[in-house]
């Protein structure tokens, strides 16, 4: 079992930073694959960024590709995602995911390929 535990949401003005941290427990991390979702009330959960355990191999989503950047400590068993020229839109609660596998092949994008999940931290972005 695996417990991730998100922290840094917040309330931030249009073109503000926040950094999002996740951090694990319980099984080795460094083998995981991580990823970053978000949600709205209305719309289904959407992959935001992934990294896989080498720390090297990151995705990105277009809509955040060149403003968030998507990093990991081993040695710390966290995860982080900085959040940087933030938008509007980007209102959502930000949920990390973590997986033993290594989703190599795109399947990083889908939130069911990630096998533990924490409970989620709201980031509000005003304009």
């Known amino acids: 079992q695996v417990q991730l535990v998100e922290s840094g949401g917040g309330l931030v003005q249009a073109g503000g930073s926040l950094r999002l941290s996740c951090a694990a427990s319980?099984?080795?991390?460094?083998?995981?694959?991580m990823g970053w979702f978000r949600q709205t009330p209305e719309k289904e959960r959407e992959f935001v960024a992934a990294?896989?355990?080498?720390?090297?191999?990151?995705y990105y989503s277009d809509s955040v590709k060149g403003r968030f950047t998507i990093s990991r400590d081993n040695a710390k068993n966290t995860v982080s995602l900085q959040m940087n020229s933030l938008k509007p839109e980007d209102t959502a609660v930000y949920y990390c995911a973590s997986d033993p596998h290594a989703l190599y092949d795109g399947s990083y994008y889908y939130p069911q390929k990630y096998a533990y999940w924490g409970q989620g931290t709201q980031v509000t972005v005003s304009s």
């Open positions: 319980g099984r080795p991390f460094s083998v995981y694959t």
């Open positions: 990294i896989l355990w080498n720390g090297v191999n990151t």
